[in-house]
């Protein structure tokens, strides 16, 4: 595939490997999931230019996905400018989309587990459980309805548990005795070292366990893949952006896409920014 200019993107493709298949074209990359085609961020075009055309790429995506109930668009051109025909895209019910692409710029600064936490890599079946009840419980936090959100996040982590065995990334727990307080995803490929939906219970907020999930993704990263470039997809400017900068990640681009949902739903939280999975992160 010829390279994406953006690392943000190059994440992308890196952590679905093995669950999606990328289409390469002179003009555009399609990314397929097809064991997920209700996976908004996992079924899109990325276009090569920054040129937005509402109806050209509106069209483009409905030909690369006849199927499709949502439409989302992204442009493979970091430090884009905000253009005018995004306004055409808000009126054609499109929401607008800028994410910030963190990169680690300088020596990790560690941070060492909170008092009475282990973190561990989550293995069994009722530690997945949690994970997924509290992937949930944010999602409920953000307004998500909770029936329609447990099918969401149950399929996204059937197949990131896939990927887990295969050895293409490690999803790590933050536990207070038997209880998961936290959770964070790291995945390694192509070059990059992608963090997935960084989460804390509400009760155990505030207390450095995000950090400290940070930190032992970075080693997993460091022991899988020294050479890997360890990229977060992240408001720089919120409470978890501001903790990823104390741990040395730097903004280094900010990417702009816009998706149209299905009719009537609602953006599942973890589906909030351009490089998803991303983040409904909750220090």
């Known amino acids: 595939m010829n390279a994406l200019r953006s690392i943000g993107l190059r994440s992308e ?4 490997r093995g669950l999606s298949v990328v289409e390469d074209y002179a003009d555009r990359v399609v990314l397929r999931t097809p064991s997920e085609p209700d996976f908004w961020f996992g079924n899109m075009v990325i276009f090569r230019e920054g040129r937005v055309d509402p109806i050209a790429n509106i069209a483009r995506f409905r030909a690369d996905f006849p ?3 949502h439409v989302t668009l992204v442009w493979d051109a970091p430090g884009m400018a905000a253009a005018p025909e995004l306004d055409r895209l808000r ?5 607008i989309d800028h994410s910030d692409v963190l990169t680690l710029g300088q020596a990790l600064g560690s941070a060492s587990c909170p008092a009475g936490i282990v973190i561990r890599p989550v293995a069994r079946e009722a530690e997945w459980e949690q994970v997924v009840a509290l992937q949930v419980e944010t999602g409920v936090e ?5 029936e329609d959100y447990l099918r969401y996040v149950r399929r ?3 197949n990131r548990r896939l990927q887990v065995a295969e050895g293409w990334g490690c999803w790590f727990g933050a ?3 038997d209880l998961l307080v936290g959770d964070l995803g790291i995945f390694a490929a192509d070059g990059v070292a992608r963090f997935q939906d960084v989460e804390t219970r509400a009760s155990h907020r505030r207390r450095g366990i995000c950090a400290a999930l940070v930190t032992a993704g970075l080693d997993w990263a460091a022991a899988h893949d020294p050479a890997a470039l360890p990229v977060i997809i992240a408001d720089a400017e919120s409470e978890a952006g501001r903790i990823y900068r104390r741990c040395g990640f730097v903004q280094c681009e900010t990417l702009i896409g816009a998706y149209r949902p299905p009719d009537g739903a609602k953006r599942p939280a973890d589906q909030k920014s351009i490089a998803s999975p991303p983040f ?3 220090p």
């Open 91 to 95: 009126a054609e019910g499109f929401e």
């Open 142 to 146: 953000a307004g998500h309805v909770r």
């Open 280 to 282: 409904s992160q909750s």
């Open 13 to 16: 493709i890196a952590v679905l």
């Open 156 to 158: 996204r982590f059937a």
């Open 175 to 177: 536990f207070d005795g």
């Open 67 to 69: 199927e499709a109930r």
